[in-house]
């Protein structure tokens, strides 16, 4: 696909929906100018639950924009404050991962931007990114406000000319949080883990950066 705003192997992009036992086994291939957001099962869910689902095919993502959010389940999910019932749930990602941006992007194994409640979920592909700000073996980028538990990653992450990158959740941010502590909960990491960039990187083997307060 080329200068498509969101592609998916099962769904481009859905508001409300409930989506659960797909499956993908094709390579999803995006290029373009526009900002991208693309999964293995969807490109961008509003307000949505994603469980029991997984893909094997691969996914990879050329963009010369502003954003690019590859992830093997999904690339992203909004969560509306009033509704805070959204979850990506048992699912699973085998397709190798690579990516490859102008610009701030987001990258990880289940899901590149995240805003809703993630367990029992798990990584098994490699990822490869060049130019990628934010890469995570489960989450790229979390502005949630919730726990990450039962996750784990297998996957080996290299990463070029990048900022932030964890075997689980590559930053952790959630936009209005206030007070209390968020977990990451029952998760681990077995991947390498290599990050190579000319300016500062924060790399760990759970977490690459925290912006709130974490308790692992």
Request: charged share 10%.
């Amino acid at each position: 696909f080329s200068d498509i705003a969101e592609v998916g192997g099962i769904v481009n992009l859905c508001y409300g929906c409930i989506i659960s036992e797909s499956y993908n086994y094709g390579t999803v291939k995006v290029f373009g100018n526009d900002s991208v957001y693309a999964g293995g099962i969807a490109g961008s869910l509003y307000n949505s639950n994603i469980m029991n689902c997984y893909n094997t095919g691969d996914i990879l993502c050329t963009a010369n924009s502003i954003y690019c959010l590859p992830g093997g389940i999904l690339g992203y999910i909004q969560n509306n404050p009033a509704n805070p019932n959204i979850e990506i749930t048992n699912c699973y990602n085998t397709g190798n991962i690579y990516g490859t941006y102008d610009s701030y992007s987001y990258l990880a194994g289940i899901v590149a931007q995240n805003n809703g409640k993630v367990h029992d979920c798990y990584n098994l592909a490699n990822i490869y990114s060049e130019g990628c700000y934010w890469i995570g073996g489960i989450i790229g980028k979390d502005y949630s406000k919730y726990d990450i538990t039962n996750c784990y990653n297998a996957g080996n992450i290299t990463a070029k000319e990048t900022r932030y990158v964890g075997g689980i959740v590559g930053e952790k941010y959630p936009w209005d949080y206030v007070e209390g502590v968020i977990n990451i909960l029952e998760c681990y990491n077995t991947g390498d883990i290599i990050a190579l960039s000319n300016t500062n990187v924060e790399a760990g083997g759970i977490i690459g950066n925290e912006s709130s307060v974490v308790y692992l």
